[in-house]
T-cell receptor, first 115, second 109 residues
Framework: KAGVTQTPRYLIKTRGQQVTLSCSPISGHRSVSWYQQTPGQGLQFLFEYFSETQRNKGNFPGRFSGRQFSNSRSEMNVSTLELGDSALYLC??????????????FGPGTRLTVL | GESVGLHLPTLSVQEGDNSIINCAYSNSASDYFIWYKQESGKGPQFIIDIRSNMDKRQGQRVTVLLNKTVKHLSLQIAATQPGDSAVYFCAEMRRALTFGSGTRLQVQP
């Protein structure tokens, strides 16, 4: 069974631009969560989508948004990029939402660099 | 606030030795913990999990111990191998995963 895939793997943008990242979950998984990883803040939860609805949201500004499609694929968008948005963006999928012990499986991440 | 953390940023061990990576948490109501391994250029990989109604759980070459009294958990890796070199995170699952800061395990040949 194929794992979580994320595209693109690397992105370079300039301040003020916007970016869209894509995530395809493991087949059969319906929940997709997004995390930001930086050297300073570590791994932080952005949001979770299940059945095309945002279920949970972390403490990030409104410039960060996402959506999920009927096939469970998800995208996240960051508008008006700032230098501090440079990070590894990780997507994780799990079978369902709200079940504590559903393992989250991570993709390889998208490395975003903002110049 | 609620958090998980790790004791040491770096741990260096000799190949073949046992490794112990520690983690502390602050919320006594925490119910479910997971250890992840992250190799360079990859996303976190699930290693083992434990619920608060357990004190110990074993996997292949790995053991997680949970001490609820002092709010501490540890990951033990037996016979550490070069392929175990990575950053190890403990995480708590509530609404979402909350990760500790990570311990980089370096395995010396």
């Amino acid at each position: 069974k194929a794992g979580v895939t994320q595209t693109p793997r690397y992105l370079i943008k300039t301040r003020g631009q916007q970016v869209t990242l894509s995530c395809s979950p493991i087949s059969g998984h319906r929940s997709v969560s997004w995390y930001q990883q930086t050297p300073g803040q570590g791994l932080q939860f952005l949001f979770e989508y299940f059945s095309e609805t945002q279920r949970n949201k972390g403490n990030f500004p409104g410039r960060f948004s996402g959506r999920q499609f009927s096939n469970s694929r998800s995208e996240m968008n960051v508008s008006t990029l700032e230098l501090g948005d440079s990070a590894l963006y990780l997507c994780a999928s799990s079978l369902t939402s709200g079940r504590l012990t559903d393992t989250q499986y991570f993709g390889p991440g998208t490395r975003l660099t903002v110049l | 606030g609620e958090s998980v953390g790790l004791h040491l940023p770096t741990l260096s061990v000799q190949e073949g030795d046992n490794s112990i990576i520690n983690c502390a948490y602050s919320n006594s109501a925490s119910d479910y913990f997971i250890w992840y391994k992250q190799e360079s250029g990859k996303g976190p990989q699930f290693i083992i999990d434990i619920r608060s109604n357990m004190d110990k759980r074993q996997g292949q070459r790995v053991t997680v111990l949970l001490n609820k009294t002092v709010k501490h958990l540890s990951l033990q890796i037996a016979a550490t191998q070069p392929g175990d070199s990575a950053v190890y995170f403990c995480a708590e699952m509530r609404r979402a995963l909350t990760f500790g800061s990570g311990t980089r395990l370096q395995v010396q040949p």
